[in-house]
């Protein structure tokens, strides 16, 4: 297959991507690492009239620590940047876990962080850990600039707050609580196929040894990325007993998902994944967590 016929634009800087974004509106797609997008122009599953390439725009590749101890990544940092720098494992460890999971070697020395964001794949590891971290998402357009918190800028499948005129140029994450533990699990049919479940942990703990907060988020199970709430709100100010942990790992399968039945899985087999998933998670996370004390 190959794809429609489309106008081409390769600018240099943020400023000149924008004013082709401006000019042609709808009819515009940035190409970011074009993992995603060059399979759907093959498949004729998106018809832009205009492509508008980011991977010139140099301003936009960048890993930078934040002041306040967190991190600032750029849209078209690679995978495989993001994957090897010790700066990210060090202040979003959370992150340095999934990078190895997405995909394969190739497409991540390809795929850019914030592309993958943007596209909004409801299966995408980076999608469900912006989320968990609550990242803020930066905006750009001719007009200005706007700050969106991740739980916000994701619509629905593929759909984002994201509008026509704008890029999205810069993903912040915010530092992560003292004794905070994080884990990510997933299962596949395949290695590197996208996930039939997958659930993102972060556990803090109190002096105490109390659950402080608890961050349960669920992708491959809906339109978007999925909160756990009910499980979350379980584990909060509790000793997080076994039985607790599996408690809230029952209650995220039964009272935070309503996963449907495609050709890959039936909604009951994912439930019952959630569930083993989350019990798996946040046995892990907690563990970090019980470990950051010592």
Known sequence: MKPPPFEYYNPSSI???????????????ALAGGQSLIPMLNFRLAQPEVLVDLNNIAELSFIKPDENGGLRLGAMTRHHMVEKDPLVAERAPLVAEAMPQ???????SRGTFGGSIAHADP?????????????????????????VNAPDFFLGMFTTQLEPEELLVEVALPPLPVRTGWAL???ARRPHDFA?????????????????SARIVLFSVGD?????????????????????IRAAAETA???????????????????QL???LTRQALEKALDRARAAAI
């Open 15 to 29: 400023d000149a991507a924008l004013m082709h974004l401006a000019e042609h509106g709808y009819d515009a797609k």
């Open 102 to 108: 997405i995909a394969t070697t190739q497409i991540r």
């Open 123 to 147: 299966s995408a590891e980076l999608v469900a850990i912006s989320v968990a971290l609550d990242a803020t998402i930066h905006l750009r357009s001719q007009s200005g600039t706007r700050q």
């Open 185 to 187: 699990k997933e299962i």
């Open 196 to 212: 039939l479940v997958g659930v993102a942990a972060l556990v803090s703990l109190d002096d105490r040894d109390t659950v402080s």
């Open 224 to 244: 978007g990325p999925a909160i756990a709430q009910n499980a979350a709100e379980l584990l909060r100010d509790q000793s997080p007993t076994i039985d607790l």
């Open 253 to 271: 399968s039964r009272d935070d998902v309503d996963p449907s039945s495609d050709i890959h899985a039936s909604a009951e087999y994912r439930r």
């Open 274 to 276: 959630v569930k083993v």
